[in-house]
């Protein structure tokens, strides 16, 4: 049997306050790491465990070449990585963003027909001591992914395939666990047992849709926008942590928090805004500056992250996402995937 560390050396993440880098021995590359691995099933979940749920992997170029090397990683890390054939459609995304021989990954990209656009840039660009934004509200675009679906995925896979030039196209992170132990006790007390109203983006609940009079879209039941507590205890490190998202994920219309007054000045929203800007101080937040052939692994039930602003008319980025689910913890015991239509009658 392999130990870990024989495999690889695994450090502290520098710049953040979570997170490990991962470094495989022997010069091995992701053929002959992921192969290893495989013999030693454990090692990366737990090794993303004891680094509060963020791993950096560089060189893990040889992925370009083997696309299902990143799928056999995902295995690692639960027994579903998501199919996209299957459940995107049933979102009514295109299929143009799905890999054509690999179906479990998503291709995050402004290059047509596909098409994302970047979020746009801070304004203004810098903060006033002339350090790159991260705070929320000066940076926007903070969610956990597909926190819209009940249950939601445990972990994504994240590799830069053709990244921006350094300097833009970050993707930042935010360590709900930690900002949650850091919460004002007051505060702690007044989002226990609340739920936030999650949303798909782009449906016309988003804070600015609504501000801006957008007619928001009718969802058929399985678009529906669902609720998920805003204290989320790890079902395997068992830490609470804020699981929160803001203004293009959260509905709007009827939320964002059940129970307070909805829309964007309500009460609700206030409780958004404390929430957000709280957790995305400096000491909770890594920024990633991507080159090519990095791979990150994040914990979508305690990390939030955000993309960045970067020159979309200038240079074209393909990042490859996979997304595992199959542990979201007890709260979500029995229950039917909101996300797939359920057979009428
Ligand atoms: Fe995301």
Same mark, same amino acid.
């Given at each position: 049997?392999?130990?870990?560390?024989?495999?690889?050396?695994?450090?502290?993440?520098?710049?953040?306050?979570?997170?490990?880098?991962?470094?495989?021995?022997?010069?091995?590359?992701?053929?002959?790491?992921?192969?290893?691995?495989?013999?030693?099933?454990?090692?990366?979940?737990?090794? &993303?465990?004891?680094?509060?749920?963020?791993?950096?992997?560089?060189?893990?170029?040889?992925?370009?070449?083997?696309?299902?090397?990143?799928?056999?990683?995902? %295995?690692?890390?639960?027994?579903?990585?998501?199919?996209?054939?299957?459940?995107?459609?049933?979102?009514?995304?295109?299929?143009?963003?799905? +890999?054509? *021989?690999?179906?479990?990954?998503?291709?995050?990209?402004?290059?047509?027909?596909?098409?994302?656009?970047?979020?746009?840039?801070?304004?203004?660009?810098?903060?006033?001591?002339?350090?790159?934004?991260?705070?929320?509200?000066?940076? %926007?675009?903070?969610?956990?992914?597909?926190?819209?679906?009940?249950?939601?995925?445990?972990?994504?896979?994240?590799?830069?395939?053709?990244?921006?030039?350094?300097?833009?196209?970050?993707?930042?992170?935010?360590?709900?666990?930690?900002?949650?132990?850091?919460?004002?006790?007051?505060?702690?007390? %007044? @989002?226990?047992?609340?739920?936030?109203? #999650?949303?798909?983006?782009?449906?016309?609940?988003?804070?600015?849709?609504?501000?801006?009079?957008?007619?928001?879209?009718?969802?058929?039941? +399985?678009?529906?926008?669902?609720?998920?507590?805003?204290? %989320?205890? #790890?079902?395997?490190?068992?830490?609470?942590?804020?699981?929160?998202?803001?203004?293009?994920?959260?509905?709007?219309?009827?939320?964002?928090?059940?129970? &307070?007054?909805?829309?964007?000045?309500?009460?609700?929203?206030?409780?958004?805004?404390?929430?957000?800007? +709280?957790?995305?101080?400096?000491?909770?937040?890594?920024? +990633?500056?991507?080159?090519?052939?990095?791979?990150?692994?994040? *914990?979508?039930?305690?990390?939030? #992250?955000?993309?960045?602003?970067?020159?979309?008319?200038?240079? @074209?980025?393909?990042?490859?996402?996979?997304?595992?689910?199959?542990?979201?913890?007890?709260?979500?015991?029995?229950?039917?995937?909101?996300? @797939?239509?359920?057979?009428?009658?």
């Amino acid at each position: 049997m392999t130990s870990p560390s024989q495999l690889f050396e695994l450090s502290p993440l520098p710049g953040a306050s979570f997170g490990g880098v991962v470094r495989f021995k022997s010069g091995m590359g992701a053929r002959a790491a992921t192969a290893a691995l495989e013999q030693a099933p454990d090692a990366l979940a737990n090794a &993303l465990y004891a680094s509060g749920g963020f791993l950096f992997l560089p060189l893990m170029d040889e992925i370009f070449d083997e696309p299902r090397l990143l799928v056999r990683l995902s %295995r690692l890390f639960g027994p579903e990585v998501e199919n996209n054939l299957v459940t995107f459609t049933a979102e009514n995304k295109t299929l143009f963003n799905i +890999h054509e *021989d690999v179906p479990e990954i998503l291709l995050v990209t402004n290059a047509p027909p596909i098409n994302n656009q970047p979020m746009t840039r801070p304004e203004p660009p810098l903060t006033p001591d002339g350090k790159f934004p991260t705070r929320f509200p000066q940076r %926007r675009g903070w969610h956990s992914d597909q926190s819209f679906r009940r249950p939601p995925p445990d972990f994504s896979l994240f590799i830069a395939v053709q990244p921006t030039p350094k300097g833009q196209g970050q993707t930042l992170f935010a360590d709900g666990a930690a900002a949650y132990a850091a919460l004002p006790e007051n505060l702690k007390r %007044r @989002i226990q047992g609340v739920e936030a109203l #999650h949303t798909l983006p782009s449906n016309g609940r988003s804070e600015k849709a609504v501000r801006s009079g957008v007619q928001p879209k009718v969802l058929l039941p +399985h678009q529906r926008s669902q609720k998920q507590s805003m204290v %989320r205890i #790890h079902p395997v490190t068992g830490k609470p942590s804020i699981y929160m998202c803001e203004s293009g994920q959260l509905d709007w219309v009827d939320g964002p928090i059940v129970g &307070l007054s909805p829309g964007p000045d309500g009460e609700g929203a206030k409780l958004v805004y404390e929430l957000m800007s +709280h957790m995305t101080q400096d000491q909770f937040v890594y920024a +990633h500056d991507w080159t090519k052939g990095d791979l990150v692994i994040y *914990d979508n039930r305690n990390l939030l #992250h955000a993309p960045s602003w970067y020159e979309a008319d200038k240079y @074209i980025r393909i990042m490859w996402r996979t997304t595992v689910m199959g542990n979201p913890g007890p709260e979500y015991a029995g229950e039917e995937r909101s996300w @797939i239509p359920q057979p009428v009658g």
